[in-house]
């Protein structure tokens, strides 16, 4: 079992539409990062989260510490929004990574 | 302020040769860390720096490593390259390392024939 579990794997929406993504750990962790990850590679650090929440612009991250479990949600989705976003945890000695949810959003 | 910078940007090499990767932070960030990136495996972690020392290493063979100069930019070195390292190679730099906010470079894109 990986240490660091996202779902879905894959999401399709409507422009417009409520988007989330799940993020469950098993390690102890100093911090958790959400990732977005365009076609060519380059990777955009969205939140860093050691409690509570955050928000920035239509994105919104939450994180339970005691549940092991953080979750990404973008409001009003829009085509741009479409990439693969990564959930990633931060430990004292690396960063441990999930496989990545690719996010296709349709006009 | 400029953004990390990795050179070069696109490399093709054969087995058994060996190859360097550049990586040059923002300015005033003094720690830099390597992940590996496949279809495979996914994002996995390969080494953190900070003002010249090693801080932590992921689980990786010898034949990856690396090294971090005075003005901060960090270079990493694949030796007897073998297919499996076809991979892009991203670094990160922070101002402190840990857990800190981390600003990604555009990777360099290695393949190995």
């Known amino acids: 079992k990986n240490e660091v579990e996202q779902s879905p794997q894959n999401l399709t929406a409507q422009e417009g539409e409520f988007i989330t993504i799940n993020c469950s750990y098993s390690?102890?962790?100093?911090?958790l990062h959400w990732l977005q990850q365009h076609p060519g590679g380059g990777i955009v650090s969205l939140f860093m989260l050691s409690s509570g929440k955050k928000k920035h612009g239509r994105l919104i991250a939450t994180i339970n510490i005691q549940e092991k479990h953080s979750s990404l949600h973008i409001t009003a989705s829009h085509p741009r929004d479409s990439a693969v976003y990564i959930c990633a945890v931060r430990n004292n000695n690396d960063m441990r990574f999930g496989a990545g949810t690719r996010l296709t959003v349709k006009p | 302020k400029a953004g990390v910078t990795q050179t070069p940007r696109y490399l093709i090499k054969t087995r058994g040769q060996q190859v360097t990767l550049s990586c040059s932070p923002i300015?005033?960030?003094?720690?830099v860390s390597w992940y590996q990136q496949t279809p495979g495996q996914g994002l996995q972690f390969l080494f953190e720096?900070?003002?010249?020392?090693?801080?932590n290493k992921g689980n990786f063979p010898g034949r990856f490593s690396g090294r971090q100069f005075s003005n901060s930019r960090s270079e990493m070195n694949v030796s007897t390259l073998e297919l499996g390292d076809s991979a892009l190679y991203l670094c990160?730099?922070?101002?402190?390392?840990?857990?800190?906010?981390?600003?990604f470079g555009p990777g360099t894109r290695l393949t190995v024939l």
């Open positions: 300015s005033g960030h003094r720690s």
């Open positions: 720096y900070f003002s010249e020392t090693q801080r």
């Open positions: 990160a730099s922070s101002w402190s390392g840990g857990a800190v906010e981390q600003f």
């Open positions: 390690v102890g962790i100093s911090a």
